[in-house]
């Protein structure tokens, strides 16, 4: 059964280089184009796509609101961030709805390997970026194991609060912060606010 793909880049180099690809590896692939994100929403709406490879620097590009729009319009097609971006900054488009990320640097085989297992699997993910994924998991699990006054305390400290803000907003006493705020620490095996910060960040 034919798949339709839908390569959003705004380079003609790597729109025929990755479609290229494409037609050596596969034989049942009808590739398009787009060369905006609005030409990119517009052929999403008019058909249907299995896959849209997209580039995050398309003209008229939102960054990652660019997937939840793609996926409002249609939920099943599975999408491929394909960025000269490093993939530190992966999990926020997965995070989105993105299905895969992979680097413009990577090598034709890597690029074959992805598109396999994103029909394959519904997901391509490096194992650097599963590393990552699990890495968030377990903070995740970490804050979700704080009672709701610890989670409270979490939240105020992230936000900037003292332990004298927090004592007030709460109505409990400044010393009984201290005591929460050291079993938040220990729960998230954290020794300062700035390790707090960042999980902080990657959790929301």
């Not at 994103?118 to 699990?134: A, R, S």
Request: charged share 30%.
């Amino acid at each position: 059964m034919t798949k339709k793909i839908l390569i959003a880049d705004d380079h003609h180099v790597v729109r025929i280089g990755t479609a290229l690809i494409l037609e050596k590896n596969f034989n049942y692939f009808e590739v398009n184009f787009a060369e905006t994100y609005g030409e990119a929403k517009q052929k999403i709406k008019s058909e249907k796509y299995d896959l849209v490879i997209l580039d995050i620097e398309l003209p008229g590009s939102i960054l990652k609101s660019m997937v939840k729009g793609i996926k409002g319009i249609s939920e099943d097609t599975l999408i491929l961030i394909f960025t000269s971006y490093k993939e530190n900054i992966a999990l926020q488009y997965i995070e989105e709805g993105a299905n895969g990320f992979l680097n413009k640097q990577s090598d034709p085989d890597h690029f074959v390997k992805a598109v396999e297992a994103l029909f394959k699997d519904g997901y391509y993910y490096t194992p650097e970026i599963m590393n990552e994924l699990l890495k968030g998991n377990k903070k995740r699990s970490a804050v979700e194991n704080l009672s709701e006054r610890e989670m409270q305390i979490f939240n105020l400290l992230a936000k900037g609060n003292g332990n004298l803000e927090i004592a007030n907003a709460l109505n409990i006493e400044e010393s009984t912060v201290g005591t929460y705020k050291r079993r938040v620490y220990q729960k998230l095996k954290i020794t300062n606010l700035v390790e707090l910060l960042e999980i902080y960040k990657e959790i929301h």
